[in-house]
């Protein structure tokens, strides 16, 4: 009886239930506008209900750069964050001005441990600009907010999520992360990662 409570539990578990406690530390990796990091440390607060502090820049990664390409690769700079540890911190969000990809991928919004404690989010494709419209500064914040807590999702141990509205929601172009929400949601397709 008790492993089936327990097997139930697990199975129609929501998103908010595991987040575990602790200071997120944003970490600048190179030159990030101070109001971003800002903006998004005051976004996260209340959404996370944790301590959110900046942390100090760290150098972008040399050998992470692919010329070919003129990007950033997402796992040197999780390796970057991780050779910079801020040791207290229970998660590491490094925070980055810069195009970045994945191998497989022509690009990335963001690349986190999965579970762990670092992720990374990148700036650029989240602008209007890329786009040729004009910047939109809420819509920006918006989507910074929402890449940040779904990398976090992944560090807490959250793989992707079939509802398009819940923040784990994959997003493979920007109009499908300016759909989903801000919110973990309570969908139990939408399982820990083992």
Not at 124 to 144: K, V
Request: one cysteine or more; a positive charge.
């Amino acid at each position: 009886m008790k492993k089936l409570a327990l097997l139930l539990l697990l199975l129609f578990a929501d998103c908010k239930r595991a987040v575990p406690p602790g200071r997120v530390v944003l970490v600048p990796i190179g030159p990030v506008p101070a109001n971003v990091l800002a903006d998004l440390q005051r976004g996260l607060a209340p959404i996370l209900k944790r301590e959110i502090t900046i942390g100090d820049e760290v150098p972008l990664p040399p050998a992470g750069f692919d010329a070919s390409r003129n990007q950033y690769v997402a796992n040197a700079l999780l390796e970057q964050l991780e050779r910079n540890d801020v040791a207290d911190a229970s998660r590491v969000v490094g925070i980055i001005d810069r195009d970045v990809y994945a191998p497989g991928l022509n690009y990335v919004f963001g690349q986190a441990r999965l579970p762990g404690r670092f992720a990374v989010v990148a700036l650029p494709r989240l602008r209007q600009s890329l786009r040729a419209r004009p910047e939109d500064a809420a819509r920006f914040r918006e989507r910074i907010l929402k890449i940040t807590i779904h990398e976090l999702g992944h560090t807490f141990g959250f793989v992707h999520c079939p509802d398009r509205k819940c923040v784990m929601h994959f997003s493979n172009a920007i109009g499908e992360a300016d759909y989903s929400g801000v919110q973990y949601c309570d969908n139990e397709q939408r399982q820990e990662a083992k």
